[in-house]
């Protein structure tokens, strides 16, 4: 059957003449959580839609488990679940209800009754499971929407920003539910707009334009921009000031505000003592403060930051 888990070779969809996704390459093994990010219109959305068999893509293969998407679609859906935005249950059912409506809608046969029980345990909604999903709380109905599209027992899963709108308590038990599909062996590619989320995944993939211009480990995506980030604290009210000056005398440093300090992301070249001193000193000849200035330990949003700075120049991925 080949690869257990999801290829993505070439992918290109295209809307009115205009590319959307262009040229996606990437692969997610069993037991890995790729993460998916991009600024809004980056294609995320569009890319899953076509991986799942929603949108028919102008080129490129895909495989399921092993299964063509365009060659064998029904046997590909069979070993994919798809999470979609928004809500993918129905209000007016029960949490039993829904998890029996897909149960059939995928042809889920005599194990379904040990199956069902699984699920109720894995997401804890058992207690609830004769509540009308519209009486839910967001992060319930989301881990809901989750086994709905496990309920065929899928190796791999789609999630299209699966915790949006839902409060960080709930956004951490559902990546703990997402840990344990990793850990069972599960091919996991999820889009998220949180980047603390994406410093869960195993791998990340910036798209950029529709193509993957970045792709790795959070980890060494963070790590290429040590001794570049500069955490500065200015006087007092000098905060804002400090940040408009710096983005206007050096466009080709990146400035992030945060509560109480700044951090500027120096070019590659520029690293180390020699880069605190560089953005103290052109503090200082604007006549601000510097209460203190130092390297600063870089984070997933920084790197998204220097990665949408550069303006992409990958290669799609391959």
Request: charged share 25%; proline share 4%; net charge positive.
């Amino acid at each position: 059957m080949g690869f257990a888990g999801l290829e993505v070779e070439g992918l290109v969809k295209r809307f009115g003449g205009v590319p959307a996704v262009s040229g996606l390459y990437f692969s997610v093994a069993p037991g890995e959580v790729y993460g998916l990010l991009g600024p809004d219109g980056a294609g995320k959305t569009t890319a899953l839609r076509c991986l799942a068999g929603v949108l028919r893509a102008d080129a490129g293969t895909v495989r399921v488990a092993g299964f063509d998407l365009r060659r064998s679609l029904e046997r590909a859906r069979a070993n994919l679940g798809y999470m979609p935005q928004g809500q993918a249950i129905y209000g007016d059912l029960t949490v039993e209800e829904n998890l029996s409506f897909f149960a059939a809608l995928y042809g889920v046969g005599p194990e379904w009754a040990e199956r069902r029980r699984s699920l109720l345990e894995f997401s804890r909604l058992e207690e609830f499971r004769h509540r009308l999903a519209a009486h839910l709380s967001g992060g319930m109905r989301q881990k809901l929407a989750l086994c709905c599209a496990l309920v065929h027992s899928p190796p791999v899963l789609l999630l299209d920003e699966p915790t949006t709108g839902v409060d960080a308590v709930s956004r951490r038990e559902f990546w703990q539910l997402i840990g344990r599909l990793r850990e069972a062996g599960s091919a996991v590619l999820a889009t998220t707009a949180y980047l603390e989320e994406a410093e869960r995944c195993s791998r990340v993939g910036f798209l950029l334009g529709g193509r993957l211009v970045e792709e790795g480990e959070p980890s060494r995506l963070q790590g290429s921009l040590w001794g570049r980030l500069v955490r500065v604290r200015t006087g007092p009210g000098q905060l804002l000031s400090a940040a408009d000056h710096l983005r206007r005398q050096r466009p080709d440093w990146t400035v992030r505000l945060g509560a109480d300090a700044l951090v500027v992301l120096l070019p590659a070249g520029a690293g180390g003592a020699a880069a605190v001193e560089a953005v103290a000193a052109e503090l200082r000849r604007a006549g601000l403060s510097v209460a203190d200035a130092g390297l600063s330990a870089p984070r997933l949003e920084d790197a998204l930051a220097a990665r949408l700075r550069t303006g992409g120049g990958g290669d799609g991925g391959r």
